[in-house]
């Protein structure tokens, strides 16, 4: 019996069609990819995704439209050690919470493109950045394997818990690099697994907007980063919290524990370096 293959056109439509959903959907409810239906969980009190997620104390000046709207699995912009005057690029921007953080820390002097492929994203992060006030962030609409942003352009590219969801990573990899001023940085906060996923689940779209079923093997993911032409990749776990790992596994009604749940996969924290 032959095996059914999903298209890439066809995650790319459901993941756009998901995430056009939760961002139609929020109305300051409580959110998080770590989200309100999806990558890994909502947390059942008033404390947001983001309140447990972040390291930053930036992050509590947020409004809950930006905070309640985090999807992300991790920490980009502190790991990205950004510096005033420079350029910064978020892959899959979603409500912006990462490029607020990040303008944040460019100043005035430097600036902060989003890029996300669903129209109802960019929108809800055009109001938000309208909301807080910030003026060097801007939203384009567009697909990470295709960047919207010039040649060696940017200084550092930060992404959270998006380039799960591309169904050509090589391709994301490859137009970051292209993308990058030489010597520019790449800091990403990721799904990976330790273990090959069952084709059952790879052939599931729900898991794939849920971030599980993109999700790649961390060594093929830091190959995929190398073949690229990054130089310097590391890769390491970051430690989530067992009620996170809980709420996400309960919301697609997996019985697996968090110890088993970290036992096929985690949020990495991911750098790498285009050579000078
Ligand atoms: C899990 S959410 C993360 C949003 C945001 N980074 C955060 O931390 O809140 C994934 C976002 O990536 C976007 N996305 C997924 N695949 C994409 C692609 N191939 N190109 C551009 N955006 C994509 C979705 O529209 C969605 O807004």
């Known amino acids: 019996m032959s095996e059914k293959v999903i298209h890439p056109e066809e995650v790319r439509s459901y993941v756009r069609q998901r995430y056009g959903q939760i961002a139609r959907d929020f109305e300051g409810a409580s959110a998080s990819c770590c989200g309100p239906s999806d990558c890994c969980g909502n947390t059942s009190s008033n404390v947001t995704f983001a309140d447990t997620m972040y390291e930053t104390p930036d992050v ?35 409500g912006g919470i990462d ?12 600036h902060v493109i989003g ?50 969801l591309s169904p050509d990573k090589p391709q994301v990899f490859r137009e970051a690099y292209r993308a990058l001023r030489p010597g520019g940085r790449l800091a990403v906060s990721d799904i990976v697994t330790r273990i090959e996923l069952p084709s059952q689940i790879k052939q599931d779209l729900g898991s794939w907007a849920a971030c599980v079923a993109g999700a790649w093997v961390d060594k093929d993911y830091v190959a995929a980063i190398e073949a690229a032409g990054f130089v310097d990749v590391t890769i390491e776990e970051k430690v989530v919290d067992d009620a996170i790992i809980e709420d996400a596994v309960a919301q697609f009604e997996l019985e697996i524990n968090p110890a088993a749940a970290r036992s096929i996969g985690y949020s990495a924290r991911v750098t790498a370096r285009k050579p000078g």
Do not use: W, Y
């Open 60 to 94: 509590a000046e947020l409004p809950f439209e930006v905070t309640g709207l985090s999807l992300g699995c991790g920490d980009p912009v502190t790991l990205a050690a950004l510096q005033p005057g420079q350029t910064a690029l978020d892959l899959g921007s979603g």
């Open 115 to 164: 890029v996300d492929m669903t129209a109802d994203m960019i929108e809800k992060a055009r109001a938000n950045a309208r909301k807080v006030g910030i003026e060097n962030v801007e939203f384009r609409l567009g697909e990470i394997e295709h960047l919207p942003v010039a040649d060696e352009s940017v200084d550092v590219i930060i992404s959270n818990c998006v380039i799960n």
């Open 99 to 110: 490029c607020f953080l990040a303008a944040k820390q460019v100043g005035p002097t430097g």
